[in-house]
C-alpha cells in the first residue's frame, strides 16, 4: 500500500523560508513522477512543482518559478523522500500542500486520475 507522510509546514512571515519533505513507500517508484500540489483558502488545487523519481526533469508552476525548488533523494531505496524548498514566501503562497506521485502523464496532463496523495500539511504566510 502506498503512503506518503508530509512534513515541514508552518507558519512564517513574508519573506521567509521553509522546506516540506514527503516520505514515500509501498512500492518501487523509480518509473514514476511526484509532484507537490496545494490549495489555497477557497480556491481549487493547483500544481506547484514536480519531478521524476529519477531525478531528471524539473516542472514548476509559474508563480514559484526562480523561488521554490524541488528535488529528491533515495529514490531507489524503500523509503525515497522528495523535498520542496521554498525560499521568499508571499503571503499568496498559504494554502495545505500536497504531495502525490503517479505516472508522469497523470501527474501532469489528466491530474483526475492521480491516485496516491499524502494527507497534506498547512503553510501560512503572514505579511
Known amino acids: 500500500q502506498v503512503s506518503l507522510v508530509e512534513s515541514g509546514g508552518g507558519s512564517v512571515q513574508a519573506g521567509g523560508s521553509l522546506r516540506l519533505s514527503c516520505a514515500a513507500s509501498?512500492?518501487?517508484?523509480?518509473?514514476?513522477?511526484v509532484g507537490w500540489f496545494r490549495q489555497p483558502p477557497g480556491k481549487e488545487c493547483e500544481f506547484v512543482a514536480g519531478i521524476r523519481w529519477s531525478g531528471v526533469g524539473t516542472s514548476y508552476a509559474d508563480s514559484v518559478k526562480g523561488r521554490f525548488t524541488i528535488s529528491r533523494e533515495n529514490a531507489t531505496n524503500e523509503k525515497p523522500t522528495v523535498y520542496l524548498q521554498m525560499n521568499r514566501l508571499e503571503p499568496e503562497d498559504t494554502a495545505v500542500y500536497y504531495c502525490?506521485?503517479?505516472?508522469?502523464?497523470?501527474?501532469?496532463?489528466?491530474?483526475?486520475?492521480?491516485?496516491?496523495w499524502g494527507q497534506g500539511t498547512q503553510v501560512t504566510v503572514s505579511i
Open positions: 502525490a506521485t503517479d505516472i508522469e502523464h497523470s501527474m501532469l496532463v489528466a491530474r483526475r486520475h492521480i491516485r496516491y
Open positions: 509501498g512500492r518501487a517508484f523509480g518509473s514514476y513522477y
